[in-house]
């Protein structure tokens, strides 16, 4: 299975842009890119996925690399409520599957 | 409301004593899944469904059983729980239509002493 691989944690300040990477150099031509956050006491919640293409949507940005290698999760306006582990998780398209690794932890403070 | 609920939410119990935690879904989801998150760890994949009466293991599958006799339901059965299965416990749901979005229930946390 193809793997990724995130930093444990990582720091912004509230208002300010957060750019989350996450490498995946295994990555297959059929994995999807998917990313999910932790809340605290809570179960995941999914936030956005992409196959090639930049996708935006309301709760965040997804920006893929050309050679899809890597990625980057970006949050345009830190918020405190942002404060969660981030998962970069591959899927491959013909599965539902997801593997879940350590993610990042993010800190917002205010 | 669309959400998956688990039972029960908080469970101290003792090694052998067999368990049951409940998964149920109210999207008509086909695919369920159970997790383990540990420190460290992440989350880890226990069993999954795609379907009623269709399971599989995910990667920690030992000491653990499922069953689905019904599209909603995805219970959870440690027959004889041991210590090392003391975690905390995530059921999710997806359909084929939208296999990227997994919802996930709130969590049930088990301590085995």
């Known amino acids: 299975d193809a793997k990724t691989t995130q930093p444990n944690s990582m720091e912004s300040n509230e208002e300010e842009p957060v750019h989350l990477p996450c490498n995946h150099s295994t990555i297959s031509g059929t994995d999807y890119i998917h990313w999910y956050r932790q809340l605290p006491s809570q179960g995941p919640e999914y936030v956005i996925h992409g196959l090639t293409s930049n996708v935006n949507n309301r709760m965040a940005s997804l920006a893929i690399a050309e050679d899809r290698k890597s990625s980057t999760l970006i949050l345009h306006r830190a918020t405190l409520r942002d404060a969660a582990v981030y998962y970069c998780?591959?899927?491959?398209?013909?599965?539902?599957?997801?593997?879940f690794g350590a993610g990042t932890r993010l800190t917002v403070k205010p | 409301e669309a959400q998956v609920t688990q039972n029960p939410r908080y469970l101290i119990t003792v090694t052998g004593k067999k368990l049951t935690v409940t998964c149920s879904q109210n999207?008509?989801?086909?695919?369920m899944s159970w997790y383990r998150q540990d420190p460290g760890l992440g989350l880890r994949q226990i069993y999954y469904?795609?379907?009623?009466?269709?399971?599989d293991k995910g990667d920690v599958p030992e000491g653990y059983k499922v069953s689905r006799k019904e599209k909603r339901n995805f219970p959870l059965i440690l027959e004889s729980p041991s210590p090392n299965q003391t975690s905390l416990y995530f059921c999710a749901s997806s359909s084929p239509g939208q296999p990227y979005e997994q919802y996930f229930g709130p969590g049930t946390r088990l301590t085995v002493t």
């Open positions: 469904s795609m379907n009623v009466e269709v399971t």
């Open positions: 999207m008509n989801h086909e695919y």
């Open positions: 998780i591959l899927r491959d398209l013909n599965n539902n599957d997801m593997r």
